[in-house]
Nanobody
Framework: QVQLEESGGGLVQAGGSLRLSCVVS????????LGWFRQARGEEREFVAG????????HYADSVKGRFTISRDNPMKTVYLQMNSLTPEDTAVYFC???????????????????WGQGIQVTVSS
């Protein structure tokens, strides 16, 4: 049974920073491709960032490029999303996702992922 648990969300002012963490348990963490998605109220869930199993390949949505950084710590079985220069448009529930995948690139689509966290709220005030 694979479980993902996010932490680090909350309320922050525009221009501020937050770091989300997601601990993955239940299988060999190093074999997972990992991703972060978000869903704003009334909107569909969208891709934010993805990292492949080795950490050698990363992809970001255009809306967060240059502001967000995804990283992974295999011994800690944790994936991070460092979010800087936050704007109210970043307000959403953020989800981490995992898939057993040893491909060269990160996974970009919801359907590519097999396991999901419960989601954590990030609210950016203006």
């Amino acid at each position: 049974q694979v479980q993902l648990e996010e932490s680090g969300g909350g309320l922050v002012q525009a221009g501020g920073s937050l770091r989300l963490s997601c601990v993955v348990s239940g299988r060999i963490f190093s074999s997972f491709a990992l991703g972060w998605f978000r869903q704003a109220r009334g909107e569909e869930r969208e891709f934010v960032a993805g990292i492949n199993w080795s950490g050698g390949s990363i992809h970001y949505a255009d809306s967060v490029k240059g502001r967000f950084t995804i990283s992974r710590d295999n011994p800690m079985k944790t994936v991070y999303l460092q979010m800087n220069s936050l704007t109210p448009e970043d307000t959403a529930v953020y989800f981490c996702a995992a898939a057993a995948d040893l491909g060269l690139g990160p996974l970009l689509r919801e359907n590519d992922y097999d396991y999901w966290g419960q989601g954590i709220q990030v609210t950016v005030s203006s």
